[in-house]
């Protein structure tokens, strides 16, 4: 059994700042590599960002020089540190994690989402 659970979520004002982080525990053998979606009201869920194992990352182009997305392979943690908000951004956040159990499955798991809201 594998879980992510993410943290961070909330309000932001326009130009505003948030940090989301999300934690993979259970089973796990080792994690390939993790990431964030996100999924506003009547849209499909979209990338936002992905890291390797190895730290590479790979931002969709509506975040990039906004958005940044950091690993701690210790801690089975990813982070998105998102600056500059918009009211764009408002969306359910999605961790994601593409891993390796111990029964040696590879699968790819879903948080629950957190909530970002980007209002004044």
């Known amino acids: 059994q594998v879980q992510l659970v993410e943290s961070g979520g909330g309000l932001a004002q326009p130009g505003g700042s948030l940090t989301l982080s999300c934690t993979a525990s259970?089973?796990?053998?080792?994690?390939?590599?993790m990431g964030w979606y996100r999924q506003a009201p009547g849209l499909q869920r979209e990338l936002v960002a992905t890291?390797?194992?190895?730290?590479?990352?790979n931002y969709a182009d509506s975040v990039k020089g906004r958005f940044t997305i950091s690993r701690d392979n210790a801690k089975n943690t990813v982070y998105l540190q998102m600056n500059n908000l918009n009211p764009e951004d408002t969306a359910v956040y999605y961790c994601?994690?593409?891993?390796?159990?111990?029964?040696?499955?590879?699968?790819?798991?879903w948080g629950q989402g957190t909530q970002v809201t980007v209002s004044s």
């Open positions: 994601h994690g593409d891993l390796r159990d111990t029964t040696w499955n590879r699968l790819t798991y």
């Open positions: 259970g089973n796990i053998f080792t994690i390939y590599s």
């Open positions: 890291i390797t194992m190895t730290n590479s990352p």
